[in-house]
């Protein structure tokens, strides 16, 4: 797995022929006006472009997988457009570059792995509790191996793509060997998790 910070320091020719992943951790836009978070995630993904360009000197970005989408295409840009308008500023600009958007949910895994995440939300129970966990635990790894095998099938031998997806479940897929990962972290990460750590659970 190679840094963004060491990337001057690697050899282009290293990485010729093959498959890269650029992993970029995922944040949502919050459905409430919060001006001052909304100014950290756009200042996010602003940064997230800035260093996957850079990247792009070991091969131009072929392929966008993002999660939560399972349709493709246009048709996903306008998902995305609605439900993470800044992170679509990052997709848009990959996409008019020849880029493709993939989607890398089964509709079907990822309707039942969200079903079971609202329940453990609402339950009060310890017995119960335990008994949607086993549920949701299963769909869940499920949904990380299907996840994992669209990458693999779609991300080509030289080819350079993105992947948008919660850091949490990215370091449990099970990706082959031959894919470089590269961790792209914008400085501002660290702040956005401390903004809503004190604003939104610890007040």
Not at 161 to 170: A, H, M, N, Y
Request: aromatic letters at 10%; one cysteine or more; glycine letters at 4%.
């Amino acid at each position: 797995m190679a840094e963004l910070g060491k990337i001057q320091r690697l050899s282009v020719s290293e990485f010729r022929g093959k498959r890269r992943l650029f992993c970029v951790p995922n944040i949502f836009t919050p459905d409430s006006q919060d001006e001052i978070l909304e100014n950290l995630i756009e200042k996010y993904w602003n940064e997230a472009i800035s260093h996957i360009e850079k990247l792009e000197k070991l091969g131009f970005v072929t392929k966008i997988f993002v999660e939560s989408i399972f349709i493709e295409g246009q048709e996903a840009l306008n998902v995305i457009k609605e439900t993470n308008p800044f992170l679509s500023l990052l997709i848009e600009k990959k996409v008019t570059e020849g880029a493709e958007l993939i989607g890398i949910e089964n509709p079907e895994t990822f309707g039942v792995y969200i079903d079971w995440g609202n329940c453990l939300r609402i339950v009060k129970t310890v017995s119960v509790m335990e008994e949607i966990f086993n549920h949701f635990n299963e769909v869940y790894q499920k949904r990380l191996s299907e996840i994992s095998t669209k990458i693999n099938d779609s991300l080509q031998e030289g080819e350079s793509g993105i992947l948008i997806l919660k850091d949490q479940d990215r370091i449990k897929l099970s990706l082959p060997n031959d894919i470089e990962i590269f961790l792209v972290v914008p400085s501002v990460y660290d702040d956005i998790l401390r903004y809503i750590r004190q604003k939104y659970i610890n007040s």
